[in-house]
């Protein structure tokens, strides 16, 4: 008896199917190519990123670049 495995890229969410009532513009799209040669397409829901970190933020920087010109 053979198991099926799971594939790596369905671990991480990517599904061979996008959801009847989705909009594909939700959806980032990969194709992969098996041993057999068959090119697969799989989806993934995109993700927002709204998180703001301190690289993005220059104000402390700036404050610091004007006190060493004073």
Do not use: C, V
């Not at 495995?5 to 594909?24: T, V």
């Not at 799209?29 to 090119?39: A, L, S, V």
């Amino acid at each position: 008896m053979q198991r099926k495995k799971k594939s790596s890229f369905k671990a991480i969410g990517y599904l061979e199917k996008i959801p009847r009532d989705a909009d594909m513009n939700d959806y980032e799209k990969i194709n992969i190519r098996n041993k057999e040669g068959k090119t697969n397409t799989l989806y993934r829901l995109r993700k927002e990123s709204n998180t703001i970190d301190e690289t993005t933020n220059f104000n402390k920087s700036w404050a610091i670049f004007n006190n060493h010109l004073n």
